[in-house]
């Protein structure tokens, strides 16, 4: 008996006009024929490509070059070719984008960090008392929010 289990080469989904390939394993001739064929009936010339190679930790040069050959011969424009993953750094071709997808539950570092803080919520308060219309929050510039007014509703019942 065999302890090895065969994990498939190579994975595909399309979601709209976008078409995600993920390659679990360094493609042989088979995978890379496969690849061909998926572009060229799911591939959309108005969409995007996503090729997911986190799995991989290399790639030979062959096969990095035709896979490089077979995405300039599809309908794609080359800012339209997107990698996932480091290894996307040595298989992108001039225009591709190389997208760096953090793992659940790690933090970012360094300036994507920084930026992200600029964006975290502040605390605040409108302290009008419901008098100021409808451009009272100094820091969303709608209505009062966290005293929960909505100051078009405000009617003088008796």
């Known amino acids: 008996m065999s302890d090895k289990i065969s994990v498939p080469a190579l994975a595909f989904h399309s ?13 042989d001739k088979e995978t890379l024929k496969s ?9 959309r010339a108005d969409g995007r490509l996503f090729v997911d190679v986190r799995d991989l930790n290399d790639m030979g040069s062959s096969a990095a070059s035709s ?10 424009p080359p800012n339209s070719i997107y990698f996932k993953g480091p290894l996307g750094f040595n298989l992108a071709s001039t225009g591709n984008r190389v997208l760096i997808v953090r793992e659940k539950g790690q933090k970012a570092a360094g300036a ?23 451009k009272c929050c100094q820091v969303t510039g709608g209505p009062c929010c966290s005293e929960r007014h909505n100051h078009q509703d405000k009617r003088n019942v008796a």
């Open 35 to 43: 690849v061909s064929g998926i572009l060229k009936t799911h591939a």
């Open 112 to 134: 994507p960090a920084e930026a992200a803080s600029r964006f975290a919520k502040r605390h605040h308060k409108c302290h009008c008392g419901g008098k100021c219309g409808d």
């Open 67 to 76: 896979l490089q050959t077979i995405l300039k011969e599809s309908p794609l």
């Open 15 to 27: 979601n709209g006009r976008n078409l995600h390939i993920a390659l679990h394993r360094e493609p």
